[in-house]
């Protein structure tokens, strides 16, 4: 089969509140797999089900997964995909259900012995009587995605009570001690971690506005880093990868404290199943470091779609 007789039907948008980021990672995907040769099919994913079937009929040769948050990269749309038997590209229901449930993946983590953040999960019962670690700490939700909801409790700061008032991502949280130091992310294609970005915020933290934002952040890539702290992070986001079960193209997430000097402590945050590909993320500009254009990137990931894994 060519890339000109392949039929690659588009999934963006969606439901979750990563829809304004998926509308345009999909918008950037499409006109790549167009410019690749490809036959493209657009499908702006809703909340009806139904229509989404119907617009997947006559089954095209791949879907291209580019949904963002609950519902896109949670395992449900891959479940749907893989009851059609359509091959469909980056994790299967298994991986993207254990990677975007940050308690799940956190005990997998552990399983395997990667190094992750001392934390906890609280029902927001438990949260209400006070803060369940010493400031400053992390709080965020079980499932969503891009910092959405996640606020570092520090002295100060707005107070518990206002943060759990304006609380809308489920009866429970996860409070993890806050780690300082820099942000670092290695994007991985199958075996293959790219390169390790440090990714430094315009203003406060790594937030959504930080990541979606023109001018939100500063990626430096290759990071500044020791080599040996540089080459543990690509083992560890290979590891973690391998650990979820998950394929194709991830992204992950550390932080690394060298506050008090080398070589420091790295650890892993997040696996990211489904990584950005707007205009400003991470995973296509490490592509271009290791000469992958976009539309390489792209057709790469069209290549190695499955199904029912």
């Known amino acids: 089969m060519t890339r000109a007789t392949t039929e690659v039907a588009v999934l963006y948008g969606g439901i979750s509140a990563e829809r304004e980021v998926s509308l345009a990672s999909g918008a950037q995907v499409i006109a790549a797999l167009r410019a690749a040769g490809y036959r493209v099919r657009p499908i702006d994913a809703g909340p009806d089900l139904g229509a989404i079937v119907a617009a997947l009929s006559p089954p095209p040769d791949v879907v291209f997964n580019a949904l963002h948050g609950r519902f896109g990269e949670d395992g449900a749309i891959q479940g749907v995909l893989d009851w059609m038997g359509i091959a469909y590209t980056h994790s299967g ?12 993946a956190k005990a997998v983590f552990m399983a395997a012995d990667l190094p992750v953040a001392r934390g906890r999960t609280l029902s927001l019962a438990d949260l209400a009587g006070g803060h369940p670690l010493a400031l400053p700490y992390v709080l965020k939700p079980l499932n969503e995605g891009s910092s959405v909801g996640v606020s570092i409790m520090r002295a100060g700061g707005p107070s518990l009570a206002q943060v759990l008032r304006q609380w809308r991502w489920g009866p429970r949280a996860m409070v993890e001690e806050f780690i300082p130091g820099r942000e670092l ?8 971690a790219l390169a390790v970005t440090e990714i430094v915020a315009t203003a406060g933290f790594y937030d959504y506005d930080a990541k979606y934002r023109a001018g939100g952040s500063t990626h430096i890539v290759p990071a500044p880093i020791p080599p040996e702290v540089g080459a543990r992070a690509m083992a560890i986001a290979v590891a973690a990868q391998h650990a979820l079960g998950c394929r194709g193209a991830t992204r992950a997430d550390f932080r690394y404290d060298d506050t008090a000097g080398g070589p420091g402590r790295l650890v892993l945050l997040e696996v990211n199943t489904q990584p950005g590909m707007t205009a400003t993320s991470l995973l296509p500009e490490q592509a271009a470091m290791a000469r ?17 894994d």
């Open 292 to 308: 992958m254009s976009f539309e390489l990137l792209c057709g790469w990931m069209v290549e190695h779609a499955s199904c029912r």
């Open 93 to 104: 229901v298994r991986a993207s259900a254990l990677a975007m449930d940050k308690d799940a």
């Open 185 to 192: 992310t290695v994007g991985v294609l199958a075996d293959r």
